[in-house]
């Protein structure tokens, strides 16, 4: 039997990302599916206006940070797209995209703008986060999403802090 397929040695990595880790003051995402996915981030910059960038191309069951340094907002938003299976991880608040690398600043008027209206999902780190990781999964049971404009809070869940796991819509 190979040390990867070792029940004790896959525990022993289970626990290993399960346990907590020192806060990197990060806005990270991770890739918990088998697929390659893209990946947007929407959010307010320090000025106040409205930011969209993309994309972050990640491979499956791997990690990236979208914004490096202490969380400057309670929101953010993503948008990702599985590119080997079909599917996405949306939400009704609508932010500007595009096909290719983009920054984008502003979130009204995106057709009229030359950009694509994506819906985003809403991710409320909490009060006082200093960093946050979002886990993408590929089951299709999940908390339903609620319309959403941009900078409209959720209500939170009581008690829960660390990393939203956000499960893929099939299809599209």
């Not at 409209?152 to 009581?158: D, E, F, K």
């Given at each position: 039997m190979s040390a990867f397929n070792s029940p004790r040695l896959l525990s022993f990595v289970t626990a290993a990302l399960?346990?907590?880790?020192?806060a990197l003051a990060d806005f990270n995402i991770c890739n918990n599916t088998g697929s390659r996915v893209g990946v947007a981030i929407g959010y307010r910059?320090?000025?106040?206006?409205?930011?969209?960038?993309?994309?972050?191309?990640?491979?499956?069951?791997?990690?990236e940070t979208l914004l490096k340094g202490t969380?400057?907002?309670?929101?953010?938003?993503?948008?990702?797209?599985?590119?080997?299976?079909?599917?996405e991880w949306s939400g009704r608040?609508?932010?500007?995209t595009r096909d290719k690398e983009f920054t984008i600043r502003g979130t009204e008027d995106c057709l009229a703008r030359?950009?694509?209206r994506t819906g985003f999902f809403e991710v409320d780190t909490g009060e006082r986060q200093t960093a946050w990781t979002v886990q993408l999964t590929e089951t299709a049971d999940g908390p339903?999403?609620?319309?959403?404009?941009?900078?409209?809070?959720?209500?939170?869940?009581?008690g829960r802090q660390g990393p939203a796991q956000i499960p893929r819509t099939p299809g599209r």
């Open positions: 399960l346990a907590p880790v020192p910059d320090p000025d106040g206006g409205w930011v969209t960038e993309g994309w972050w191309n990640l491979s499956a069951r791997s990690c969380l400057v907002a309670r929101y953010y938003y993503i948008y990702a797209i599985d590119y080997d299976r079909g599917g608040a609508h932010m500007c030359g950009f694509d339903a999403q609620r319309p959403l404009t941009p900078g409209t809070p959720l209500l939170p869940t009581p």
